[in-house]
């Protein structure tokens, strides 16, 4: 089995010896492990808001050397916001996040309550004044370089413990697995059921290993470097993206995912990561798709609105707009979604959004709903 991700989740300055020991583990037991990564608690229960940049760079630093790819330091309050996003500008490996609804409590490590006398913990009520503070931050970023936005997320409805980033935030010590899943189901011809044998098999291999297991967030996402895609399943399922039977088929994924007989945590939906597959450009540039058509997948379980390149004009009341509707299908069914959005700075729609990530293509901007 391909695994995106072997994700600890720790305490802040702990676990990546660890967390590197799980991967070495999977590897040695046939896996292929494309990237190791830790997260921590939500960064307003362990550090203050103006010392996260530094502490964030320190943390950055060390856990880079022990091995460890990429670094979250989870959902922040809408006061957290302008912290956040100054860590981002000073980092290259951190990703950050901020909830779209009310969170139930401010917590710490393993459930632990904090007291830090203010209310920009994460439990503050955020509502519409999160979709401006996030709107504003994504539009600030972008500014400064768009790619920034790939490490920035609004979360709504996400549990602790979900292995992609930048959704994911510790609550309790352990590992779960992110995979990279779509090249399988196609080349057992859009059978979803096909995984079951490896991933069973996987999840015997990750309980041996000597950190506790969480579980596996199956999510249909494309490769990590563009290897497979889900517009061409869903193509191959006879509903390609922006057709009327899309959204059904989405579903029936869904669903099929979730009957795995593992462990499961995380998204366990469709991903359309816009910028990070190749079929999804391409029908972008074919005008094939819309914005409300990934909004109305999002209600079948797809994942949210993820690397969805815009254009550079979009102001912050739009933007908080369309962050609202992704909040309001969350709420509306109970789903755990998130928005990564790259407004693009002097591009109008249909123009490209040039990207120079490794986990990028370049995308026409689209039009905003």
């Not at 768009?146 to 980033?165: C, D, I, K, M, Y």
């Not at 291999?205 to 249909?220: E, H, K, N, Q």
């Not at 597959?277 to 949210?304: I, K, M, W």
């Not at 998130?338 to 039009?367: H, I, N, Q, W």
Request: glycine share 10%; proline share 8%; hydrophobic share 45%.
């Amino acid at each position: 089995m391909i695994i995106r991700a072997v994700t600890g989740f720790v305490p802040p300055g702990e676990g990546a010896l660890r967390t590197m020991k799980v991967a070495e583990h999977l590897r040695s037991c046939g896996h292929e492990v494309q990237t190791v990564r830790l997260a921590t608690p939500p960064w307003e229960t362990w550090c203050a808001p103006g010392a996260l940049p530094t502490k964030a760079r320190v943390m950055e630093a060390a856990v880079r050397e022990a091995g460890i790819n990429f670094l979250s330091l989870g959902p922040c309050s809408t006061a957290g916001v302008p912290a956040a996003v100054e860590t981002l500008l000073a980092t290259k490996a951190t990703f950050c996040a901020t909830r779209l609804e009310e969170n139930g409590g401010s917590v710490g490590y393993c459930g632990t309550p904090t007291d830090r006398g203010d209310d920009s913990g994460p439990g503050s009520r955020l509502g519409r004044n999160a979709s401006d503070a996030i709107a504003s931050a994504m539009l600030r970023l972008a500014q400064a370089d768009p790619q920034h936005n790939l490490r920035f997320a609004a979360l709504a409805h996400v549990e602790a413990g979900t292995p992609f980033f930048p959704a994911a935030f510790a609550q309790r010590e352990g590992f779960a697995l992110a995979m990279e899943l779509t090249p399988q189901v196609l080349a057992a011809g859009g059978k979803v059921t096909a995984l079951s044998p490896g991933l069973e098999a996987l999840e015997r291999d990750a309980r041996a290993a000597d950190m506790p297991f969480l579980g596996i967030d199956p999510s249909l996402a494309p490769g990590l470097y563009g290897e497979g895609s889900i517009a061409r399943l869903m193509a191959l399922l006879g509903a390609p993206v922006g057709s009327p039977g899309a959204p059904e088929l989405v579903g029936q994924l869904t669903t099929a995912l979730r009957a795995l007989p593992v462990e499961q945590v995380g998204y366990r939906g469709v991903m359309f990561a816009v910028m990070e597959d190749p079929g999804l450009v391409e029908a972008a540039r074919q005008r094939e798709f819309s914005v409300g058509n990934l909004l109305e997948y999002a209600s079948h379980c797809g994942t949210g609105l993820d690397t969805v390149p815009l254009p550079g004009d979009v102001g912050v009341d739009q933007l908080a707009a369309l962050l609202d509707r992704v909040a309001a299908v969350a709420d509306a069914h109970a789903k755990p979604l998130s928005a990564r959005l790259f407004p693009a700075p002097g591009v109008k729609a249909g123009e490209t959004v040039a990207t120079s990530s490794p986990y990028l293509f370049d995308c026409p901007a689209m039009e905003m709903p």
